[in-house]
């Protein structure tokens, strides 16, 4: 496992290996502030989510920890103290659509420093 880490335009806080070789986890932490704003939160959330997904098919994470080129990759986010409903709607919808989109669609087909991204969402 490797801690936090900036890769491209995102930081993400640990690389972990999955349930094999084939499989890495980029864990990206979110945590509830003390001025909370739902909506800032989930613009800013969406602008990191991008920038992970960005930094995954244009190599940058593979770059910085080579174990991971050509593999599965998983992005995993780990939520405290955020309202659930919301944050999991948001995300379902984003995981859910976003690689069906034809520019990442595309650029995830032809990328050589990964095979496949999925997306998991925790809360404490």
Partial sequence: MMKQEQVGKVTIDF??????ESEWLAVLVEEAGDSFDIDEFLYEFQDRLYNCL????????????????????IIRVDCYKLPKAEIKEFFDDFSGGILTVPDYASALASSVYVNNINFVINFD
Avoid: C, S, Y
């Fill in 15 to 20: 690389v972990a290996k999955g349930k094999d």
């Fill in 54 to 73: 960005d930094a995954i098919i244009d190599g940058q994470l593979a770059e910085k920890f080579p174990d991971t080129k050509g593999r599965n990759i």
